[in-house]
């Protein structure tokens, strides 16, 4: 499955945006404060509200998603003035089926002010599955209903299963090396879905032992290429208090050469391994936060090739990637083009997407990457008058 | 083929795009729709080819770079396009002898008022110097505190440039510089100009 279209309606940065194509692998580029990772949260929404029903923090439906992210009123655009709601929509293509979903909310107007559902539909293949459409009847006639969607009830679900299967497994990736290394120091606090990778070690710890080798083994095979004197990535449990740890072999003088924790492992090879380890689970969307940082130049420019050929190389090469980036070296492969790109551009009412003008256009006609050419036009303006104004 | 009348600017770093863009700036025909600082020349020399491609289409674009210690523009020329190839009428590819700093220098009552020293300490043929830039920092080591410490790099430093030379460059060129008076200096300023109004006059 994967994810062909998203509009969206007063979804934080942006008012309006409608059916937003999106690619097997698309890179969000956009300058600071645009909306980029704004962007990746409507479908983080779409998988928290997908989520099985279970303990916090791991508890999925409409409610705990919104209250997530601190209550509708952040949640909105900022833009949005009289229209209050806020909609997300999204054709998924499954096979040779389409799927489309939307979902409606806004607050009640009264009470309490509950979220409420203003509309939820699914249509596949263009016909509109009549078992979920809503306000319905019954909603009609117990307006309680309205505040919790199909999606995350399975009682009501079952017409369209797959694609709430599909959203709950939704991936996203923001690997934060500190955060691993200093996991003893900093506790066991941790975020809903784990976004920053606190327990990517449990993960690997909860992986049957065959399928964590082989990954390893893979992710060996990548690394050797860039961090060469990283030998031997293995797993294992403290024998004292049994707790998970990658460790690895650096060569050196010595002819054994040194073993070493992941709390010694560089920034940049964790991240790495982080994003290896991820694309080789599972077959889900992954939604990539700037891979690029604590990364070497060389590794950023092929970082493209590498997400390719890893998925090349395991059970699901067709998976996508959705992934924001700031780097030109990232987009400089010549085999991306302009439709991988979803540039967004900060406007008076909102957040919009800025294909490739005609001028950009002849720069990739004339060899120029897609960074080239795209890239410059989000970078801040007027960084001098920082210089003078003495900051 | 229609010429636009959209230009595209590349430099080797902020003040070669301030400089190109009065050059510019002095045909109202032309327009700026791109300003690209490569961070040195290697980018530049290395996309050249894709530069010309651009101006085939119609889109012209302006280039500039520094000559530094080649021993004329031909052999740039030839270094960067291919020995004895030329390029496209619409890839205006400038080269400022030796530096940009001596299209700076060519008009030097500015730098003279923010330096505080008198014009006569100056030199006259900027384009003769080996080393304008060298030049342009040596008058600035004479300069009052704030400005020497703006454009020289720290004391034991690698670098060439102080950490503020741009910011305090750019804007004069973009102010109190008059092109005109500079390109009676330097010969290379006035070929660049008369290139860009031929330009201008193809567009229109």
């Not at chain 1, 997300?88 to 909310?105: H, K, M, S």
């Not at chain 1, 893979?218 to 990535?233: E, H, M, S, T």
């Amino acid at each position: 499955m994967k994810i062909v279209k998203l509009s969206l309606k007063n979804w934080r940065n942006f008012k309006q945006l409608e059916e937003v194509p999106l690619q097997e692998r698309s890179y969000v580029i956009g300058a600071n404060a645009v909306g980029k990772s704004n962007f990746l949260d409507a479908l983080r929404f779409l998988r928290d509200v997908a989520a099985p029903a279970g303990t916090k923090p791991e508890a999925g439906g409409l409610q705990e998603a919104i209250k997530r992210r601190e209550g509708l009123a952040k949640l909105r655009c900022l833009n949005a003035q009289k229209e209050t709601e806020v909609k997300i929509e999204v054709t998924v293509q499954d096979g040779g089926d389409v799927w489309c979903y939307t979902l409606g909310f806004k607050g009640e107007g009264k009470g309490n002010n509950r979220n409420v559902i203003t509309r939820e539909s699914v249509s596949k293949n263009g016909n509109r599955l009549l078992e979920c459409q809503r306000p319905d009847a019954a909603d009609g006639t117990d307006p309680d209903r309205l505040t919790t969607t199909y999606l995350e009830n399975p009682n009501a679900n079952k017409a369209f299963r797959p694609l709430a299967h599909y959203f709950a497994a939704i991936t996203y990736l923001h690997l934060v090396p500190q955060l691993l290394k200093h996991a003893d120091e900093l506790g066991g606090n941790r975020l809903q879905r784990d976004p920053f990778g606190q327990g990517f070690l449990l993960r690997i710890a909860e992986t049957s032992s065959r399928t964590r080798d082989a990954r390893l083994r893979r992710i060996q095979r990548a690394l050797d290429q860039v961090v060469p004197q990283f030998k031997q990535l293995s797993f294992e449990q403290d024998p004292t208090n049994g707790s998970p740890h990658l460790k690895a072999n650096f060569s050196h003088w010595r002819e054994s050469g040194a073993w070493q924790r992941e709390s010694q492992f560089s920034d940049g090879t964790l991240r790495l391994i982080g994003l290896l380890w991820s694309l080789m689970e599972g077959d889900s969307l992954l939604l990539l936060e700037e891979p690029e940082l604590s990364l070497n130049l060389e590794i950023v420019r092929r970082l493209p090739q590498l997400i390719h050929l890893v998925l090349k190389g395991g059970k699901y090469p067709d998976r996508q990637v959705i992934l924001t980036t700031h780097s030109e070296p990232l987009l400089s492969d010549l085999s991306l083009g302009t439709e991988s790109i979803i540039r967004l551009v900060s406007t008076g009412n909102g957040t919009v997407i800025a294909p490739a003008n005609e001028k950009e256009k002849i720069m990739l006609k004339s060899g120029f990457s897609v960074g080239q050419a795209l890239l410059p036009a989000v970078g801040p303006a007027g960084l001098e008058q920082l210089a003078l104004a003495g900051v | 083929m229609k010429l636009s009348n959209q230009v595209f600017l590349a430099a080797e770093d902020r003040l070669g795009l301030a400089l190109g863009s009065r050059l510019v700036g002095e045909q109202p025909a032309l327009q700026i729709w791109r300003k690209d600082d490569s961070g040195g020349c290697v980018k530049l020399k290395v996309d050249v080819g894709k530069y010309n491609q651009m101006a085939g289409i119609g889109y012209p674009v302006l280039l500039l770079t520094d000559l530094d210690r080649r021993p004329c523009c031909t052999d740039l020329l030839n270094s960067w396009l291919g020995e004895g190839r030329k390029p496209n009428l619409n890839f205006l590819l400038r080269i400022c002898v030796r530096e940009a700093e001596a299209w700076l220098l060519a008009h030097p009552a500015p730098l003279a008022r923010l330096f505080k020293l008198s014009v006569s300490r100056f030199p006259t043929q900027p384009e003769t110097l080996a080393d304008p830039k060298a030049e342009l920092l040596k008058l600035a080591a004479k300069a009052p505190a704030k400005i020497r410490k703006a454009l020289l790099p720290a004391a034991g430093s690698s670098a060439t440039i102080g950490r503020e030379y741009n910011d305090v460059l750019c804007p004069l060129v973009r102010g109190e510089w008059d092109i005109e008076e500079a390109s009676r200096r330097a010969p290379s300023l006035q070929r660049a100009r008369s290139r860009i109004r031929e330009l201008a006059l193809r567009v229109s």
